[in-house]
């Protein structure tokens, strides 16, 4: 039965070359919007993604600030400034912490090697800080670790663009610095990373010393801030009560007062993130499925005049004893042939467009985000599910016109 009806699905496109070529070319182009915006808007999403996780990954970063109410016959206005005992009291009193660091932070900080010359934000950081800020190194490198802390070494980790400017033609690694006037050995190197989330500019171009190091180095009682990240996402606001509450103990402060202390929350920002590129995601989506619909209206159409054309040798069909399911099979058959082999044409184009895309490697500026699209199986699976819905609507109520001919009358039909 089946290649009885391929059979006369093919003759009908053959007599109809130019209505099936504009068909075909209908449901390809719609095909071909799906998929391209689907594979460019998770492409910009990834990198969004991928950008944002670089500047910090599931860590909220915790500020002094000023109280704003009175508390326990104490004043408002007074400022909050946290000292490395802090970090103990914090690891005692708040549950679930996977890492905490704490940084202090100077800018302006001078690098000099024998021939270049140059300034950067540098950061007094500990354990953790390198899993927390997403600053990975290759091998042959290293990042600060327990020991540099303990013993106040003279260490220093390179964020890779200052590095290139200080080391043009070597190996930074292993090769002393001068910082601030006082000499630094190299420890390791970031490796390159996206970064659109940042504070002071971006790490590719930051200098880490030991916490211990800076703070003897610069006699800084004060933190600049403590980064922090809970084991897992969902201990977050539980986290961030705690925090209020042992920290406000500790400086006498109310646990309801947000001012005391400000928490520039990465998980909250990635939650976001993640809602924004989503909605991107439906957006894109939304405009190719309503191209893609417009296009399985002229099926829709195209299948009407084909019963309308055929309606004598429907007749014929019925009057020798074919049934209605029959009919309405041949029909919706030929509709899901359409739709599913123009669409094939749209995956392949499509296909092509995004590999010759990534061939090119585009780097830097918006070609960061729309120069990698992202072709996943799960567009796939959704573009051949809306195919096959948008074959079937267009094919059933023309099939079901035919299976209701009347075959005496269609035998009269001219």
């Keep these: 039965m089946w290649y009885i009806l391929i059979g006369e699905f093919i003759n009908d496109l053959l007599k109809q070359k130019l209505r099936s070529f504009l068909t075909l070319l209908a449901i390809c182009w719609g095909t071909l919007s799906v998929v391209l915006l689907l594979a460019f808007g998770t492409g910009v999403a990834v990198k969004n993604m991928e ?6 990954s599931r860590v909220m970063i915790i500020y002094g600030g000023q109280t704003s109410e009175a508390f326990q016959g104490l004043p408002s206005g007074r400022p909050i400034r ?5 970090i103990a ?15 202090y932070g100077r800018g302006g900080v001078t690098l000099q090697t024998k021939d270049h010359t140059t300034t950067t934000y540098m950061e007094g950081i500990g354990i953790g800080f390198d899993e927390m800020r997403s600053m990975f190194y290759d091998t042959g490198n290293r990042f600060i670790n327990q020991r540099d802390i303990d013993e ?12 290139g400017r200080l080391f043009p033609d070597s190996d930074p690694v ?18 390159e990373k996206m970064q659109t ?24 009682r004060f933190l600049s801030s403590i980064l922090i990240r809970p084991e897992f996402a969902e201990f977050q606001e539980q986290m961030k009560r705690e925090l209020y509450t042992t920290l406000g103990n500790r400086y006498q402060f109310s646990p309801d007062d947000e001012q005391a202390i400000a928490i520039w929350d990465f998980l909250e920002f990635e939650r976001m993130n993640r809602q924004v590129n989503t909605g991107l995601k439906i957006f894109l989506f939304s405009i ?51 739709c599913l ?60 016109k035919a299976a209701k001919v009347n075959p005496v009358e269609s035998l009269r039909y001219e």
Excluded at 89 to 97: A, D, E, G, H, T
């Design 89 to 103: 009291l914090i690891r005692q009193r708040v549950s679930n912490i996977q890492y905490i660091s704490p940084q």
């Design 174 to 191: 292993g090769q002393n610095v001068l910082i601030d006037n006082v000499s630094f050995t190299v420890i390791g190197v970031m490796r």
């Design 288 to 338: 190719g499925f309503f191209t893609l619909m417009i296009a399985g209206v002229g099926v829709a159409n195209i299948m009407y005049v084909v019963v309308k054309e055929r309606t004598r040798e429907i007749g014929v069909k019925k009057a020798l004893g074919a049934r209605k399911n029959h009919i309405i099979i041949q029909f919706i058959f030929e509709s899901l042939f359409i």
């Design 51 to 56: 950008g944002m996780l670089g500047g910090g």
């Design 152 to 163: 106040q070494r003279r260490v220093v980790f390179l964020g890779n663009d200052i590095a």
């Design 82 to 86: 946290f000292v490395e005992e802090d």
């Design 197 to 220: 989330s940042m504070n002071f500019g971006p790490d590719a171009n930051r200098a880490i010393i030991p916490y211990t190091t800076f703070r003897n180095l610069y006699g800084h």
């Design 341 to 400: 082999f123009g669409g094939l044409i749209g995956i392949l184009i499509s296909l092509g467009v995004v590999t010759g895309v990534l061939a090119l490697n585009l780097q830097g500026g918006a070609a960061e985000f729309l120069g990698h699209p992202v072709l996943s199986s799960e567009i796939m699976i959704i573009t051949v599910l809306i195919l096959t819905v948008i074959g079937l609507l267009a094919g059933v109520f023309p099939a079901l």
